[in-house]
């Protein structure tokens, strides 16, 4: 099934989702592995670490909205480029660095380069998604991540048994491949703010429902906010559960490996069945359901200071790709609805901001709390806060159900 949507791809969006995969690729490769190889070689705290590393997602967050803000000014690809080239060279920075000032130093710069381009990539998209069906390209994109980054992941574990240097090399090296085809390909060189021009001449439904509607700016704020808090976990995952397997579980690096692959696995094979259902939800419900697996998520991680086993690691694992398949499920294309033209490659900068606070903010505050408190009751602080969301959330759901069965809401629906 994902073979045949993706041949039904227009020939762009198959460009970004094979560039993609290369940087998805070099970022498994690393992802599970990076904290517990700083710890490590620098002989940081979890603390020292995740504050490197949420410094790191505040430079993301200025990238990405400075970059998608430029490439609506001046192009899609020369921001790419520079994102790119710079990110590579950062990757390659990183064997050398000797203290924790160097690690941070690298990182603050290849988190801000980092984030050019994958603004650019979901406003690419956003510039070429066939109004009919919008929401195929996008979940075919975070599809393609996963696919890439869970490979990436299997390769990182045998990668780090030769030494923990060459991950980072072959990241860059990657990275540099990835630049030269951007830089060749006839498809992405005709990418400028000319081409978005055309686009935005043509008559496009969703541009139509975006004049003259204020509320859709509230609905914008509401999902970025919201995704700050549920990115959160997400952050938690990528960066500290490797090391958490590894200290608590004592795990070893293939099968951390072998997990994080587990997740890729899943997304791949439920992502297109999941648009399907959660298609059929009111977006608050979708949060709500996401926020109530993710409490559960660190629950269960709580859990693993009394109970080390690999069966509560697997049971986590697909817990949490579950409630991350209904967050993303129509995130981007729901954005994308609201989103006039000229400003989407801004709009797609601050939802990717969004991303990078909630996955520098999650690894933080987890890992300040995991030196201090140990990580049952840091895990369980966590399930409260995410279960007091949820509450939230559905406090919320029945106010929007009970809204759209009242009879003047009705009536006034009609008569517009």
């Not at 709009?347 to 505050?365: D, E, M, Q, S, Y």
């Given at each position: 099934?994902v073979?045949?949507?993706?041949?039904?791809?227009?020939a762009?969006h198959?460009l970004i989702l094979?560039l993609?995969f290369?940087?998805?690729l070099?970022?498994?490769i690393?992802?599970?592995f990076l904290?517990t190889?700083m710890?490590t070689?620098l002989?940081a705290?979890y603390t020292?670490?995740a504050g490197?590393v949420?410094?790191?997602?505040?430079?993301?967050?200025f990238?990405?909205?400075?970059?998608?803000?430029?490439?609506?000014?001046?192009?899609?690809?020369p921001?790419?480029?520079m994102?790119l080239?710079?990110?590579?060279?950062?990757y390659?920075?990183l064997?050398?660095?000797s203290d924790v000032l160097?690690?941070?130093?690298v990182?603050?710069?290849l988190?801000?380069?980092h984030?050019?381009?994958?603004?650019v990539?979901s406003?690419l998209?956003g510039?070429?998604?066939?109004?009919?069906?919008p929401t195929i390209?996008?979940?075919?994109?975070y599809i393609?991540?996963?696919?890439?980054v869970g490979i990436?992941?299997?390769?990182?574990g045998?990668?780090l048994a030769v030494?923990?240097?060459?991950?980072y090399?072959s990241?860059?090296l990657?990275?540099l491949c990835?630049?030269?085809?951007?830089?060749?390909h006839p498809?992405?060189k005709n990418?400028?703010?000319s081409?978005?021009k055309?686009e935005e001449?043509?008559?496009?439904e969703?541009?139509?429902?975006y004049q003259g509607k204020?509320s859709?700016i509230?609905?914008?704020?509401?999902i970025?906010?919201?995704?700050v808090i549920l990115v959160s976990t997400?952050?938690v995952?990528?960066?500290?559960?490797?090391?958490?397997?590894?200290?608590?579980?004592?795990?070893s690096p293939f099968v951390?490996?072998?997990?994080?692959?587990l997740?890729s696995?899943?997304i791949?094979?439920?992502?297109?069945?999941?648009?399907?259902?959660?298609s059929r939800?009111?977006f608050m419900?979708?949060?709500l359901?996401?926020?109530?697996?993710?409490?559960?998520f660190?629950?269960?991680?709580?859990?693993?200071?009394?109970i080390p086993?690999i069966y509560?690691?697997?049971l986590?694992?697909?817990?949490?790709?579950?409630?991350?398949?209904?967050?993303?499920?129509?995130?981007?294309s729901?954005v994308?609805?609201f989103t006039p033209?000229?400003k989407?490659?801004?709009?797609?900068?601050i939802?990717n901001?969004?991303?990078n606070?909630?996955?520098?903010?999650g690894?933080?505050?987890f890992?300040?709390?995991?030196d201090?408190?140990?990580?049952?009751?840091v895990g369980?602080?966590?399930?409260?806060?995410?279960?007091a969301?949820?509450?939230v959330l559905?406090?919320?759901?029945v106010?929007?159900?009970q809204?759209k069965?009242s009879p003047k809401k009705v009536q006034?629906?009609?008569n517009?």
């Amino acid at each position: 099934m994902v073979i045949k949507q993706f041949m039904k791809l227009k020939a762009i969006h198959r460009l970004i989702l094979l560039l993609d995969f290369i940087f998805g690729l070099s970022r498994g490769i690393i992802i599970p592995f990076l904290v517990t190889d700083m710890m490590t070689r620098l002989g940081a705290s979890y603390t020292t670490i995740a504050g490197s590393v949420f410094i790191y997602f505040i430079a993301r967050t200025f990238g990405g909205v400075i970059g998608g803000a430029l490439s609506d000014r001046y192009g899609r690809r020369p921001l790419i480029l520079m994102g790119l080239f710079v990110t590579s060279a950062s990757y390659l920075f990183l064997p050398f660095v000797s203290d924790v000032l160097e690690f941070t130093t690298v990182y603050i710069v290849l988190g801000f380069a980092h984030s050019f381009f994958r603004s650019v990539f979901s406003a690419l998209i956003g510039d070429t998604v066939d109004k009919k069906d919008p929401t195929i390209p996008f979940a075919m994109f975070y599809i393609n991540q996963n696919i890439s980054v869970g490979i990436g992941a299997l390769l990182g574990g045998v990668i780090l048994a030769v030494g923990s240097s060459f991950i980072y090399i072959s990241t860059g090296l990657l990275l540099l491949c990835f630049s030269i085809i951007t830089m060749f390909h006839p498809l992405l060189k005709n990418q400028s703010r000319s081409e978005i021009k055309v686009e935005e001449q043509e008559p496009v439904e969703v541009e139509q429902s975006y004049q003259g509607k204020s509320s859709h700016i509230y609905i914008l704020i509401s999902i970025f906010l919201l995704n700050v808090i549920l990115v959160s976990t997400y952050g938690v995952f990528n960066d500290l559960l490797g090391a958490i397997l590894h200290d608590f579980v004592e795990l070893s690096p293939f099968v951390i490996g072998l997990l994080f692959a587990l997740n890729s696995f899943l997304i791949v094979i439920l992502q297109l069945q999941a648009l399907k259902i959660v298609s059929r939800w009111s977006f608050m419900s979708q949060m709500l359901f996401t926020a109530t697996l993710f409490s559960l998520f660190h629950l269960l991680l709580g859990t693993l200071e009394r109970i080390p086993a690999i069966y509560l690691c697997v049971l986590l694992i697909v817990v949490f790709t579950i409630g991350e398949l209904t967050h993303v499920a129509n995130l981007k294309s729901k954005v994308n609805q609201f989103t006039p033209a000229k400003k989407r490659g801004l709009a797609f900068g601050i939802l990717n901001a969004t991303f990078n606070i909630g996955f520098g903010l999650g690894p933080f505050v987890f890992g300040f709390f995991l030196d201090k408190l140990g990580l049952e009751r840091v895990g369980y602080s966590f399930f409260v806060f995410y279960l007091a969301t949820a509450v939230v959330l559905s406090v919320l759901v029945v106010k929007e159900k009970q809204s759209k069965r009242s009879p003047k809401k009705v009536q006034g629906e009609v008569n517009h």
